[in-house]
Nanobody
Framework: QVQLVESGGGLVQAGGSLRLSCAASGRTFSSYAMAWFRHHPGKEREFVAAISWSGTDYADSVKGRCTISRDNAKNAVYLQMNSLEPEDTAVYYC????????????????WGQGTQVTVSS
C-alpha cells in the first residue's frame, strides 16, 4: 500500500515556474514507477511525465519544459515545470505503479489527492 500527498501547486503567471512535490509512504518506494497526470475540467486525465527503472518519459505537450525526478531516500518525486502556459492549468496528480508504469492512468494503482496549478495569461 502506498499513500501519496502532492504539494507545490498554486497560481503563477505565464512564463513562470513551479515545482510540484509528491511525498510517498511505504518502504518499497524505489520499486514503484511514478508519474504525474493532470486533469482539465471536462477532459480525461492526461499523462504528463513518468519515471521508472527504464528512465523518464514526457508528454509532447510538456517535453522540454518539465523535468520529473525522484529521491528514493526521501520517498519523493518531483515535477519541475518551467515556461508555464495557461493551457497547463489543471489539477496535477501523482501516481504510483508497481513495476513499469506507462502513459495510461489505468496502469497506476495509487493516486494522490491532487494539487491545483493555475497559470494566468
Amino acid at each position: 500500500q502506498v499513500q501519496l500527498v502532492e504539494s507545490g501547486g498554486g497560481l503563477v503567471q505565464a512564463g513562470g515556474s513551479l515545482r510540484l512535490s509528491c511525498a510517498a509512504s511505504g518502504r518499497t518506494f524505489s520499486s514503484y514507477a511514478m508519474a504525474w497526470f493532470r486533469h482539465h475540467p471536462g477532459k480525461e486525465r492526461e499523462f504528463v511525465a513518468a519515471i521508472s527503472w527504464s528512465g523518464t518519459d514526457y508528454a509532447d505537450s510538456v517535453k522540454g519544459r518539465c523535468t520529473i525526478s525522484r529521491d528514493n531516500a526521501k520517498n519523493a518525486v518531483y515535477l519541475q515545470m518551467n515556461s508555464l502556459e495557461p493551457e497547463d492549468t489543471a489539477v496535477y496528480y501523482c501516481a504510483a505503479a508497481l513495476g513499469y508504469g506507462g502513459r495510461y492512468y489505468v496502469q497506476y494503482n495509487y493516486w494522490g489527492q491532487g494539487t491545483q496549478v493555475t497559470v494566468s495569461s
